[in-house]
């Protein structure tokens, strides 16, 4: 398979060997490590891989473009360090870039812990008429965006699109590429007999701190690739969505929420400060 795989880490040391276990043998990985040691490096010495070491945390971006201007294969898997693929999965996937030759990403289905196998069906940043069709399809199927967690796309489509937006530090990257993509005239497919394991925001360890920064950069991200895409109103959009998650009940019963909310406030306020 001319496929290699690509992920950041940012103290994901406690996952990522789980991920590379995933993989099948002889799939070349490239790991961009963002964060201060936390193991990582010997254990990838141990397995061989020569991680890319940031000299500060790159962002999920910019890291991945570096990463992929050192490879050479036809196929370039972004993989999460808090996924792993099914068995089966990566070939899945190739099979389907040769059925598709006009199709530039391709995705699995999402098993998330415990949870309902999915796909990511819609953006923040297109109009309400590109939602993918409800229920799990039976065989390959066109969406408007792939998840990033599990994201494989032609690296010379990757590179004409200009690979992921530098400016955006943490979200929608995945959104954000989706649509150049698409607008290049390259479809996206999902495809169901491809599956991976993906346990959201397993890939660092939480704390309130780490919360409040990334609804930082959510809120960030949002009204940078918004404005980019020309969404309407982009700033009262982002004010009308922060409220909602402020009136959420899970405001009192949920300590992460509050702390992500946090964060986008914050985002928020600098954000009109900037404007003024």
Sequence with gaps: MDVTV???AYHSFGVLPQMAASLPE?????????????GLRDWAAG????????????????????????????LLLFLNPDAQLE??????LVAA????????????????????????????????DRFAPRG???????VPVLSGAAMMVRRQAFEAAGGFDPDLFLYFEDDDLSLRLRARGGSLMVVP?????HTTGGSTPA???????????????????????????PWLSALLGTLAAVLNRRILTSAPHRSFTAGRLIGLWQAGVRRK
């Design 87 to 92: 068995p089966g999965c990566l070939a899945a």
């Design 47 to 74: 397995q061989g891989i020569r991680p890319i070491v940031a000299p500060r945390n790159l962002g999920f971006g910019v890291a991945c473009n570096l990463a992929a201007a050192g490879v050479q294969s036809d």
């Design 207 to 233: 704390t309130p701190a780490l919360r409040r920064l990334r609804g930082r950069h959510f809120m960030r991200s949002y009204l940078h690739a918004a404005r980019k895409h020309r969404l309407p109103l």
């Design 193 to 197: 007999a491809a599956r991976a394991r």
């Design 136 to 142: 799990l399809p039976e065989t390959d199927a066109r």
């Design 26 to 38: 002889g799939v070349p990985l490239v790991i961009v490590d963002n964060g201060a040691d936390d």
């Design 97 to 128: 870039a040769e059925r598709w030759p006009n199709a530039v990403g391709f995705g699995p289905l999402l098993v998330p812990p415990g949870g309902r196998v999915g796909f990511k069906r819609r953006t923040a940043l297109a109009p309400l």
């Design 6 to 8: 690509i992920t950041v």
